[in-house]
């Protein structure tokens, strides 16, 4: 298989990450090197076998609903960069 | 003072406990050396004054009751300490300073232990040698230009290098275990769920485990006895009966059946590890437990569901790094703009590259061919170790295929940097806790590392057979200070 520019910029739109024509073309390069590698999977057999999809064989524990955390806006916006003052700024996304 | 540095943790805490040496005495001595190594570039913060202050607190009402009594250690940069700035080796949180503590080191500072400052490691613990950091590459102490492993590369050169007494680092493919084993240290990744992930920076969520770095096994069971436990913060902890691992630590390993699985019979792989393993299996014997072959048939297909499991649950994780509520923001022309130019210029090579691997897995029309078959052979992995387990007690394997390299030797090749990680990302995969133990030197004289893999929850019995072996190999790790001038 094989991953070309079309694809990465497609991913790249994904993940939200803009990507410049020169890193598409390494990418690219890199991905198909790791994807060749991926597709030694393709040799198993596995139509039979359950998806292992928590390795924690446990079930959940219930807890009672309470608020633990109190009062903590100041802490939440601390480390933001950029608010007024209890609110995240972004970039204006309403015309 | 330089003897101090020398010590093991278990000495250090005799001492403290004795009253032959104060918490200042052991913080100055590891300060004074940190401060000489810079070289190394080990930390990416310090925390020395505080440090001090704390460790001179402590010695006015010295608590001698608690199991790490006024002792200094830095910990990877993956742990959120509180008020201390927590990087996870990335530019898009270099600001980043935490409210809150991780679990792990709240239990360690809850035994009285002194936080001396935060390690270097690859971005978001995507690494097999520490270059992926934005902080730039960690030198190992064992030789100029060696690549310390990684991602916990600062914790094992500060461990081997005695700017710590010990660390935590944390392993989700192998980064505790393959930087043990390229220092000459030794590092345990315990079993999924037995220490708590809470404020540990997500990477790899049913992968990631903290783990303890030390110069001997004792040391490794003391500290693994601190940082594991029960947690309702994190909803896959495990709630079990945890042993007092470093009292309950024992050399009788007679009797046990070690399984030697030909799988880890790699191809390619150098005639000294081969033979390293062999002079493993002789210990092994002459402890009088007995060797069992044993096949894990799916070995080689472990490391392909690595690549697409884990950067399929780091391109989730990382979504939150979008430059609105903390982190690196870059200036954009509107959000989506802001976000992508954030993302684009926070992140490095090596991140950007898992997230697009796990998009991509993960997009429509590809999750069936890729994620779905990854989790299938899991599946598989995990039912290869459940089988062996019905004949044998714990597994014997080389830590990894080859010996440190060197920095820049393999930045260029992602997948030849991926095999570094052969050995030890099956053990995460299922779960299982692994250790890795100095056994031997190269003919370069780089240490090399041989691998014990427990059942779940049976750290204890790997950490017995480490001890037992410890003492027949009688490894001594050559540090020959060539950073301090």
């Known amino acids: ?95 | 003072m330089s003897d101090i540095t020398k010590q093991s943790l278990t000495e250090l805490v005799e001492n403290i406990k004795n009253k032959k040496l104060s918490s200042t005495d052991v913080t100055k001595a590891f300060i004074d050396r940190s401060e000489k190594s810079g070289e190394l570039n080990a930390y990416i913060t310090n925390d020395f004054t505080s440090a001090l202050d704390k460790a001179k607190k402590f010695d006015q009402k010295p608590n001698l009751d608690l199991k790490l009594p006024g002792i200094p250690m830095a910990v990877k940069d993956l742990f959120c300490t509180k008020n201390i700035k927590t990087t996870a080796g990335s530019k898009i949180l270099n600001n980043f300073v935490p409210t809150y503590e991780s679990t792990v080191t709240e239990n360690i500072w809850n035994e009285g232990a002194i936080l001396l400052g935060k390690l270097n490691c690859d971005e978001f613990a995507m690494g097999s040698s520490n270059e992926t950091s934005f902080f730039g590459n960690v030198q190992s102490p064992i030789d100029k230009n060696l690549v310390p492993g990684g991602s916990s590369g600062g914790s094992a050169s500060a461990v081997a290098g005695q700017l710590t007494p010990v660390t935590i680092g944390t392993d989700t493919g192998g980064s505790i275990r393959q930087p043990a084993s390229f220092t000459g240290i030794v590092g345990l990744k315990p079993t999924y769920g037995s220490c708590s992930r809470y404020g540990i920076v997500a990477f790899a969520s049913s992968l990631d485990q903290a783990g303890p770095m030390a110069q001997n096994v004792k040391d490794c069971a003391l500290l693994h006895e601190v940082i594991s436990s029960y947690d309702p913060k994190d909803s896959t902890s495990i709630d079990f009966k945890r042993n007092h691992y470093s009292k309950e630590l024992t050399n009788n390993i007679k009797g046990k059946k070690i399984g030697i699985p030909k799988e880890y019979r790699v191809d390619g792989m150098p005639k000294e590890i081969e033979a390293l393993w062999q002079k493993g299996i002789q210990y092994i014997k002459d402890c009088g437990a007995e060797t069992i072959d044993i096949s894990l048939p799916n070995t080689s297909y472990a490391l392909p569901t690595y690549y697409i499991v884990a950067p399929a649950e780091a391109s989730s994780n990382l979504a939150r790094y979008d430059g609105v509520k903390y982190g690196y923001r870059a200036k954009g022309e509107n959000l989506i703009d802001m976000y992508e130019k954030t993302r684009s210029e926070g992140f490095g090579t090596e991140v950007q590259r898992r997230i697009m691997i796990g998009t991509y897995v993960l997009s429509s029309g590809y999750y069936d061919a890729y994620y779905l078959k990854a989790q299938k052979v899991r599946k598989l992995i995990k039912n290869d170790f459940d089988e062996a387990y019905k004949k044998v007690d714990a597994i014997l394997t080389p830590s990894t295929p080859s010996s440190a390299f060197k920095i820049g030797e393999k930045t260029n090749d992602p997948v030849s940097m991926y095999l570094n990680d052969i050995f030890t990302v099956p053990v995460n995969l299922a779960g299982l806790p692994g250790i890795s133990i100095p056994a031997g030197h190269d003919s370069k004289g780089y240490p090399l590392g041989l691998q014990i893999i427990g059942k779940a929850f049976d750290e204890q019995n790997i950490l017995n057979i480490a001890y037992a072996m410890e003492e027949k190999i009688n490894f001594k790790n050559k540090i020959t200070d060539w950073w301090i001038k």
């Open chain 1, 1 to 95: 298989m094989s991953i070309d520019l079309k694809t990465i910029k497609h991913i790249s739109k994904l993940a939200r990450i803009s990507v410049d024509e020169q890193r598409a073309e390494k990418l690219a390069g890199d991905l198909n090197s790791i994807f060749d590698f991926i597709e030694k999977l393709n040799e198993l057999k596995t139509d039979n076998v359950e998806p292992l999809t928590s390795i924690a064989e446990t079930s959940l524990k219930l807890r009672s609903d309470e608020v633990k955390s109190k009062n903590i806006r100041e802490q939440i916006i601390k480390n933001s960069p950029q608010d007024n003052e209890d609110y995240f700024v972004v970039p204006k996304v309403i015309e």
